[in-house]
């Protein structure tokens, strides 16, 4: 049975307020790290007093000021601009996101992959295997004449960056404030972003999604980039404007994009990017559902806030991540 605490007349107790996803693997792999947990699932919360930590996935805009006692918004992502979209989040609530080395590590896999992929024309081999067309492509460039630029220096854009440095390629990161990076040529600001896009071949974005970001994959992005350039969104989809590659594609200005997210999820069936010759379309698949990795880190930050403690991967709201 789970241990009930009490204090000033109601119970302590968790909600998981995530109408999108199924609840059922979170709550388990959350009562495996702790069985005693009062666990609720929105809109089945019981006593709204009792909620101090909120558990989030695109909550209802407003559903989080209907708990009094709450304490903590814990993101079931690494992201939180789904969190921020919702004007009315309660003032002065803390706030976590996810961060674990495993969601790095497939982050950096998808990344690698799309770059790899492109970079050895995989996608034409396809089409010539759907022909039975025996015919090698020569490999035009060595990678490390290739220039992988990644917009977002976090854990996923740090990380993907010195993996790809490892297998020769030369990358570049571009990010809101000065990083150093070994053996990465780093860009920061508004002031050095057009440097940045212009030595780059492959555009990786990795940014958090703010107002800042949004829409930052556009017209005038694409037009700065070196001629054929390739683009990978594995970030968000409100970060690109959708009919701006599809025309820079047709201009031929790229050479192609693969693309994780999108702006409606799941891709509407028409959407011209699903049979668009020259873009590659996953399902949201770069690090994936996870909740036995990380079921340790909620709790441990639940029992932090009891405690009052210092949180982990605690979200400057100000900045968006």
Request: aromatic content about 8%; some cysteine.
């Amino acid at each position: 049975m789970w241990r009930v605490e009490k204090k000033k007349g109601w119970m302590m107790a968790l909600v998981i307020v995530a109408p999108e996803l199924d609840p059922s693997p979170w709550t388990a792999a959350l009562q495996a790290v702790d069985p005693d947990l009062d666990i609720r699932v929105w809109p089945n919360h019981g006593d709204k007093r009792d909620i101090e930590f909120a558990i989030t996935w695109n909550h209802p805009a407003g559903e989080l000021l209907q708990y009094p006692n709450l304490r903590c918004i814990a993101s079931l992502g690494a992201g939180v601009d789904h969190l921020l979209r919702d004007r009315s989040l309660p003032k002065g609530i803390r706030v976590t996101r996810l961060v674990h080395p495993l969601q790095t590590l497939r982050m950096t896999q998808y990344v690698l992959m799309a770059v790899l992929n492109h970079h050895r024309s995989f996608e034409r081999y396809r089409e010539r295997q759907a022909e039975r067309r025996w015919s090698q492509e020569e490999i035009v460039t060595c990678s490390d004449e290739v220039n992988v630029g990644i917009m977002g220096l976090g854990n996923f854009g740090v990380d993907a960056a010195a993996k790809l440095t490892q297998i020769g390629f030369h990358v570049l990161g571009w990010s809101r404030t000065e990083k150093r990076i070994e053996r990465v040529q780093t860009f920061f600001g508004d002031d050095q972003l057009n440097a940045f896009l212009s030595q780059t071949d492959i555009l990786v974005c990795l940014l958090p999604l703010t107002p800042k970001t949004t829409d930052i994959l556009n017209r005038h992005t694409f037009e700065k980039l070196r001629p054929g350039a390739y683009v990978i969104n594995v970030a968000r989809g409100e970060h690109l404007v959708e009919e701006d590659l599809l025309d820079a594609l047709d201009r031929k200005h790229l050479s192609g994009a693969c693309l994780d997210v999108f702006r409606a999820e799941p891709l509407p069936p028409n959407h011209p990017f699903w049979h668009h010759p020259r873009i590659t379309v996953t399902p949201h698949i770069a690090v994936g559902d996870h909740p036995s990795l990380v079921a340790s880190q909620i709790v441990e930050n639940y029992q932090r806030m009891k405690a009052n403690k210092v949180l982990l991967n605690q979200v400057d709201l100000k900045k968006g991540y």
